[in-house]
């Protein structure tokens, strides 16, 4: 079974600064989706960005990037220019690329804090 | 996000009542999903319905039962909780993209709180 580890509970960053909020992940297969979700205080998940693991190039979202290192099982997000509405949860989470819909695999986490 | 909608927004309920979670998906969506978020844990999957057949059940207990009337329509059918199924209750819906080669991203609704009594 896929397992995603998120091992930075809590993070902080001031206005305008960079943050990087690190994801890893365990699968034994080839092919498959990763994503970063936002949960902020609302409490409605909104999808911040994705990425396909047979490309090699990052994906890219405005202020929001990842770093994808496949041979690592590696997949950070970058957020530039952080801003007050960037405070959320973070979540890291991995879909295998079969037929069908199969469900996602989260991570536990982590909490962003931006300071002003 | 309003493509994909919770009623109510909060619950609080005895051990012995029995009570429905709606989720109502405006996006054209062919999947739809129940998770639990509890505090500390991460997102546990509860229920997957693809075209109104469920294909998965992860291992939910019987106290969870789930309806998809329509594949817009997803119920959660609550009955003779404990107080440890107190969380936060999400709906989320898919398209199956894969044909195109696209990943079926998830769009979640605003979740329930449920608390159990």
């Known amino acids: 079974a896929q397992t995603v580890t998120q091992s930075q509970p809590e993070m902080s960053v001031q206005e305008a600064e960079t943050v990087t909020l690190s994801c890893t992940y365990d699968t034994s297969e080839s092919d498959y989706y990763l994503f970063w979700y936002k949960q902020p205080p609302s409490r409605q998940m909104i999808l911040v960005i994705r990425?396909?693991?047979?490309?090699?190039q990052n994906a890219t979202e405005n202020r929001f990037s990842v770093n994808f290192q496949k041979a690592a099982k590696s997949f950070s997000l970058k957020i530039s220019d952080s801003q007050l509405g960037d405070a959320a949860m973070y979540f890291c989470a991995y879909r295998s690329a079969g037929s069908g819909n199969t469900p996602l695999v989260f991570g536990k986490g982590t909490r962003l804090s931006v300071i002003a | 996000e309003t493509g994909v909608t919770q009623t109510p927004r909060h619950l609080v309920m005895g051990m012995t009542n029995k009570k429905s979670l709606k989720c109502e998906q405006h996006?054209?969506?062919?999947?739809m999903y129940w998770y639990k978020q509890s505090a500390k844990k991460p997102l546990e999957l509860m229920f997957v319905y693809n075209f109104k057949e469920q294909t998965e059940n992860n291992s939910v207990p019987s106290r969870f039962s789930p309806e998809c009337p329509n594949s817009s329509h997803l119920f959660l059918h609550l009955h003779t909780l404990q107080p440890e199924d107190s969380a936060l209750y999400l709906c989320?819906?898919?398209?199956?993209?894969?044909?195109?080669?696209?990943?079926?991203?998830?769009?979640f609704g605003p979740g329930t709180r449920l608390t159990v009594l």
């Open positions: 990425q396909e693991a047979y490309k090699q």
């Open positions: 996006l054209g969506h062919n999947a």
């Open positions: 989320a819906s898919s398209q199956d993209n894969w044909l195109a080669g696209d990943p079926d991203t998830q769009y």
